[in-house]
Each structure stands twice: as structure tokens, then as C-alpha cells.
């Protein structure tokens, strides 16, 4: 019976398929209502540097008082990389402390430290050509997660994979009022959590930098999270069918 459909007709049967299966399932539950907005503290500025490499390699950093120079890679394939060496003679320490085989892989690289900006752009350029890195590609359905950032997170949670993780819609379920209601307080603590952290805070700007997040990405998850409904869900997974679709085609 669809056989002569087309492939944007079909998306658009999709699309409306999942909003009507949301609200019957809301509407059936009682569970219509609107949820409140969760009362947030906004999260701190961090002051980060932003640049790309001539290869195309992202790179933030920031640059503060410590004897050390602390790295923080993201990359392909689950790639992590998280080095501290000293900030003086930093570039024999590098040396010495960067692994001798090379990742060959897309990331994206965070640097801490008291190094200049020139310095911080040289152990970068270092690090990118001894370890192979590459540009990171731009994905599809980027721009459904910027506008459904808590939609998007839903997911991503239920997969055990990162926030900033480009998310996936297939096999998980689609939240209640309950459901989004406990999700949103654990996540928001959460992820004030690891921003206050000055551990965490680098490996958060090497995850920004490789999946090529604007710089108030997680900011923007944060306070979205904070006011977002149930529905988001839906819309984000609607959001990224449409644009698959529409590659597909």
C-alpha cells in the first residue's frame, strides 16, 4: 500500500505517527499536565580560547596558574587520551609523555596550563601531527540537537552514552511525565556537577571540541533541561527522521 509513496511522504507519515503516539500516551496516562520549570543556578562562565588547526583539528584552552600543562583528547572510536606533564620544558615533557603510537582518528584536543597562546597552539600542533589526528566530520542532525538539546540527552541517557554524544533514537522508549520529571533533576545535577569540577572541566571542552558543539552547547543542555517537557523527546526523534530521511532521498 506504500509502494507509491515517496520518500518525503513517508517521512511526513513518520513524523506525525510519533507526535500522535506521545499524546495518546499522555492523554491515556493523565499524565497531560505541565511539568514545572526546575528552578536552575546558571553554570559559571569558563574562559576558553578556541581555535582550529590547519589540519582542521579543533583545540580550546585555557590558560591559568599552575606548574603543570594538563591535555585532554577526544576522538573517534571512543578515544580518550588525558596527559599532565610539567609546564616547564613542556616541550621535551610532551615528548616523553605522548604515546608512540598514533591514534590516526578524528578528535578534538583541550589544553589547561600557564603556557602562552603561541605555546598552547605549538604543543597542539605537535600532539596533531605526532598522533595523526584528524578533522572531525560535521554529522547529520546536528542541528536537531541544538534545537532539542534535552530531547536529544533523553536518549543518550538511555543508551549510557554522554551528553554530547550525537544521540541515537532507535530502541528506547519514549519518556512520561514521571519518567522526564526524575530524568531532568539527576541530569541537571549532574552536569552542574561536572562543570564545577576542575577535573572534568577539560575532558567536557575536548567532548565540546570534537563533536564541534557551540562553545555555550552544554550551558544551553543545562537550562533547556531545566524547562523542557516530555514531548521533547518526540520532537528531537521526529527532527532527526525527517533529516535522515531527506539524505536518504
Known amino acids: 500500500m506504500l509502494n507509491g509513496l515517496s520518500r518525503r511522504s513517508l517521512n511526513v507519515i513518520i513524523i506525525g505517527s510519533m507526535l500522535l503516539i506521545v499524546w495518546i500516551k499522555l492523554r491515556n496516562s493523565g499524565e497531560d499536565a505541565t511539568l514545572e520549570p526546575l528552578t ?32 585532554a583528547i577526544s576522538g573517534a572510536e571512543g578515544y580518550r587520551l588525558h596527559l599532565s606533564i610539567p609546564a616547564e620544558n613542556w616541550a621535551s615533557a610532551l615528548k616523553d609523555a605522548a604515546p608512540s603510537l598514533p591514534a590516526a582518528r578524528a578528535a578534538g584536543i583541550a589544553l589547561q596550563g600557564p603556557l602562552s597562546d603561541e605555546d598552547m597552539r605549538s604543543s597542539a600542533a605537535w600532539l596533531i601531527h605526532h ?3 584528524k578533522a572531525p566530520l560535521s554529522r547529520a542532525g546536528q542541528q536537531c540537537q541544538l534545537s532539542y538539546p534535552a530531547g536529544a540527552y533523553w536518549f543518550n541517557d538511555q543508551t549510557n552514552a554522554s551528553w554530547g554524544t550525537p544521540a541515537p533514537v532507535n530502541g ?3 519518556p512520561d511525565n514521571a519518567q522526564w520529571a526524575g ?4 541530569a541537571t545535577r549532574s552536569l552542574r556537577k561536572d562543570w564545577l569540577s576542575p ?3 577539560i575532558d567536557i571542552q575536548s567532548e565540546l571540541a570534537y563533536h564541534r ?16 517537557q516530555p514531548d521533547s523527546a518526540a520532537l528531537y526523534a521526529a527532527c532527526i527522521h525527517s533529516v535522515t530521511g531527506r539524505i536518504a532521498h
Open 199 to 201: 577535573t572534568r572541566s
Open 40 to 71: 536552575l543556578a546558571p553554570l559559571p562562565a569558563q574562559q576558553w580560547q578556541l581555535w582550529d588547526s590547519s589540519e582542521g583539528v579543533p583545540l580550546r584552552w585555557q590558560t591559568l596558574r599552575s606548574d603543570t600543562l594538563t591535555i
Open 172 to 174: 528506547a522508549a519514549l
Open 131 to 133: 598522533l595523526q589526528l
Open 183 to 186: 530524568f531532568r533533576e539527576a
Open 213 to 228: 558543539w557551540p562553545e555555550n552547547y552544554l550551558q544551553a543542555l543545562y537550562q533547556d533541561l531545566g524547562s523542557a
